[in-house]
């Protein structure tokens, strides 16, 4: 792939019509990306891709601070893990000059090597430009010029306590450790929280210079220690656009719901379906209420087959802040559906109703236009779908 490549649409779709208003659905695979374009009624549909055809693509987002700029975390089979930056929704892209990379380590010792961009996250309002990046291995970086350039977060990468925590290359995920989660305080931009797979859920009041860990409450797999945060594996948190004070966590041990100032997490999965339980990888909470979020549950059993329970899927929700969940699925296959949803692979818009969308390990990417009481497909025959963004275009 060049480094200013130029990528054109493969497939066609009815086009959607012009409005003030449109949306945009940022499909990542493990073959690619894939951009649909719709108007404000979620009715008309067009595709832009495939993007990087053939590269793993782990996460691609829109920045909300001007609605048209896209950041790719890609890695490629010649240049490596990288990020790539389009101003123009696609059309042409270009690789950062400078990608996320650990300091080269003093001779004689072993260095880190990060292996792949995993989580991109715009900052602050107030400060465009601003961009987050999570690595495997575990690692921390921003960029102050648009993804241009990155440099890493030593308060965290090199911080020896948290190295211990981070483990080895090899251990977390089947597909190695991960940073993710970056969440930014929408009140305080020098307010961050992360999440470590393995390592637990943390804070930093100082953009990064220190952090602290908020794990407690948070359970971990039986005979393991749940005072040492390397045992800790949270999956996917979310911070409540509405209410900053309110986060939603789900964990490889259940879901969870913290109320700051608290710093002790409640699990709130306890209430789901116990034939169902609370498993899973993606969290997604309302725009603008912070008792209502939902879930994609996954069969949590002994030999964890990572796919939907019983082989048919559902969204479950919750009203009320996790006192009782709702389950989902119509629209969705009854049986024989062995597929799932990864932790970056389930989005909502901020429309009203909300819209709800799910990218699937088969390929699939299925979309509620009223908060998940109907779903339909928005496409298929996809490579294994790593994430799913959803975005407002500007005008």
């Not at 060049?2 to 945009?24: F, I, M």
Request: proline residues 8%; positive net charge; charged residues 25%.
């Amino acid at each position: 792939m060049a480094r200013n490549s130029r990528s054109t649409a493969r497939a066609k779709a009815p086009a959607a019509p012009r409005s003030k208003v449109r949306l945009a659905v940022l499909v990542a695979t493990r073959k690619g990306a894939w951009i649909y374009l719709g108007d404000a009624g979620r009715k008309a549909w067009r595709v832009s891709g495939p993007h990087f055809l053939g590269h793993i693509v782990s996460h691609l987002v829109l920045d909300p601070r001007d609605g048209r700029t896209l950041l790719a975390a890609a890695k490629t089979g010649h240049l490596g893990p990288t990020v790539f930056r389009s101003s123009d929704l696609g059309r042409t892209w270009k690789e950062a000059a400078r990608p996320p990379a650990f300091p080269k380590a003093p001779e004689g010792e072993k260095g880190r090597v990060v292996d792949h961009t995993f989580w991109l996250t715009p900052g602050h309002a107030s400060e465009p430009g601003t961009w987050y990046a999570g690595t495997s291995p575990q690692g921390l970086f921003r960029s102050e010029d648009g993804g241009e350039t990155w440099e890493p977060i030593g308060g965290l990468n090199d911080d020896p306590e948290y190295r211990k925590r981070m483990g080895g290359e090899q251990d977390g995920t089947p597909d190695g450790p991960k940073l993710h989660s970056v969440l930014v305080d929408p009140r305080d931009a020098a307010h961050l929280y992360v999440g470590m797979s393995s390592g637990g859920f943390h804070e930093s009041r100082d953009r990064g210079k220190t952090w602290t860990p908020l794990s407690q409450g948070l359970e971990v797999v039986g005979g393991f220690d749940a005072k040492n945060l390397a045992f800790h594996d949270p999956h996917c948190a979310r911070i409540c656009p509405s209410n900053p004070d309110r986060l939603y966590q789900q964990n490889h041990c259940g879901i969870y719901r913290l109320d700051r100032p608290s710093t002790s997490w409640t699990r709130i999965g306890k209430s789901m379906p116990k034939r169902v339980g609370d498993v899973g990888f993606p969290m997604v909470v309302h725009p603008r209420n912070a008792n209502v979020a939902w879930v994609f549950p996954m069969d949590g059993t002994t030999v964890w087959p990572r796919t939907s329970p019983d082989g048919a899927p559902a969204a479950y929700t919750t009203r009320n802040g996790g006192k009782t969940w709702q389950r989902l699925d119509v629209g969705l296959p009854k049986s024989q559906a062995w597929w799932t949803v990864k932790r970056q692979a389930m989005a909502a818009d901020a429309r009203a109703p909300v819209g709800l969308y799910l990218g699937t390990t088969s390929g699939e990417v299925w979309m509620s236009r009223d908060e998940g009481a109907r779903f339909s497909l928005l496409a298929r025959n996809l490579p294994e779908i790593y994430a799913v963004e959803v975005a407002e275009l500007s005008s």
